[in-house]
C-alpha cells in the first residue's frame, strides 16, 4: 500500500500537510483549521483497515479528506467504499475536491451532514474512523458498536491528547465486554477496539 501511493495521491497529501501546517501558526480559527491526523496515524489506520474484515468503513470527520486518503489506499487493496461524514460544507467542498483530484470518486462517498443521523442506516460495519468534536465521540460510540461486524474495528483519534474530555467514554471503551480496547500512543492517541 505505502511503496506504490499514486502520484495524485501522493501530492494531494503533501499539499494537504502543507495546509494544515499553514493553519495552525496563522490564526485561523479553531473551527475553520483542517486538524488533520499526522502521516504515522495515516498509515496506522491504512494498516487496521487493511486487516478488517469486509464490510462497510466509515470515517466521521472528513475535513478535507486527508485522512480518508490514507484509507483507500486500503480500500482498493480490498475492493472496499469508504463512506466519510463531514458537518460542514467548507470542508465538505474542500474534501470533494480531494476525492475528484485524486480519481478517488468511485472509492469514497462523502455525505455532508452530522453522521450521527446516519451511523445506524450501516449494519456491518468492519472499520470506523471516529475523528470528530470529542462531544459527540460517546453518541457516536454507542452508536457503531452494535452494528459492527464479529473482528470490525473502530480507531477513535485523540485519545491522548483529548484524553480528560474523552476519559468517559474511552474508560467505558476499555471495560466495553462486546470489544477488546487499548489505547495506542501514536500520533495524538489511538483507541484501538475490535469486536469480540
Ligand atoms: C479533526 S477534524 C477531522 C480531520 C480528518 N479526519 C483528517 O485527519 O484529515 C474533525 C472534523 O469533523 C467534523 N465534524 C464534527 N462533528 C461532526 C459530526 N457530528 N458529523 C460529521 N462531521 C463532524 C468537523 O467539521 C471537522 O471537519
Redesign the pocket.
Known sequence: MFHDIPDSIKKRMVY?EGLDKQDRVDGTTR?ER????PPETGKFISLLAASAPNGEFL??????????LWIALACQLKGNKLIT????KE?ALLARETFTLTNLQNIVELIE????DYISNYKNISFC?L???KE?YDE?YDLIIPNMLKGGILVA?NAINHYETLKPMLDKALADERVDALIVPIGKGELVCRKI
Open positions: 494537504l473551527m483542517l486538524r488533520q491526523i470515517e466521521i470527520g472528513t475535513s478535507a479528506g486527508y485522512s480518508a461524514f463531514e458537518i460542514l470542508k451532514g452530522d453522521a450521527r474512523f475523528d470528530a468534536e459527540v457516536c483519534d
